[in-house]
T-cell receptor, first 114, second 114 residues
């Protein structure tokens, strides 16, 4: 069982909707991540927060907006998405920064954009 | 961007056989990690091998690292049907932001037939 909790597990949204994905960890980790994964592909990094500050944005379109309210929580706000944004969105955390630390993943949120 | 390539892309074996997966990467690394992903689930960390290590064991897993060839292999011995999953190698890659972030290889889909 993972100690990174993601909600909701499944989300269907229209292209004009605004929704949010939520992630929580209580392992005291100071780095949190959002990855996007399409079917039969590896996870692709979207954002990294380190000590509650955005440290990496992998040129993600602005229709994806991350937010880190505190060291335990990470949100991904979604607005005006496209059908091609349908994917599994994985949240993860690690003890420190990003340089090769073991990352702990949540079970993911399946997003379908219609 | 994708750091590594894994081969084979897919592997089907019988229970009790050994499974070997290979990973090649492009840049210098501090360590290399292997993760497992059951279909549609989050990723689970399996093992981390440091750049100054050549081989590491964990239960039925054996990982080797050859930094001169920029390659690693994961061996699962005496495989079980429950080992059916996708396996990814991961390394910390220097991105456009000047920071390193964990990047995954293309993955090997392992099917263990009972």
């Amino acid at each position: 069982d993972t100690e990174v909790t993601q909600t909701p597990k499944h989300l269907v949204m229209g292209m004009t909707n605004k929704k949010s994905l939520k992630c929580e960890q209580h392992m005291g980790h100071r780095a949190m991540y959002w990855y996007k994964q399409k079917a039969k592909k590896p996870p692709e990094l979207m954002f990294v927060y380190s000590y509650e500050k955005l440290s990496i944005n992998e040129s993600v379109p602005s229709r994806f907006s991350p937010e880190c309210p505190n060291s335990s929580l990470l949100n991904l706000h979604l607005h005006a998405l496209q059908p091609e944004d349908s994917a599994l969105y994985l949240c993860a955390s690690s003890q420190g920064g990003q340089s090769g630390n073991t990352i702990y993943f949540g079970e993911g949120s399946w997003l379908t954009v219609v | 961007s994708q750091q590594g390539e894994e081969d084979p892309q897919a592997l089907s074996i019988q229970e009790g056989e050994n499974a070997t997966m290979n990973c090649s990467y492009k840049t210098s690394i501090n360590n290399l990690q292997w993760y497992r992903q059951n279909s549609g689930r989050g990723l689970v960390h399996l093992i981390l091998i440091r750049s100054n290590e050549r081989e590491k064991h964990s239960g039925r897993l054996r990982v080797t690292l050859d930094t001169s060839k920029k390659s690693s292999s994961l061996l699962i011995t005496a495989s079980r049907a429950a080992d059916t999953a996708s396996y990814f190698c991961a390394t910390a890659v220097l991105g456009d932001t000047g920071r390193r972030a964990l990047t995954f290889g293309s993955g090997t889909r392992l099917q263990v037939q009972p």
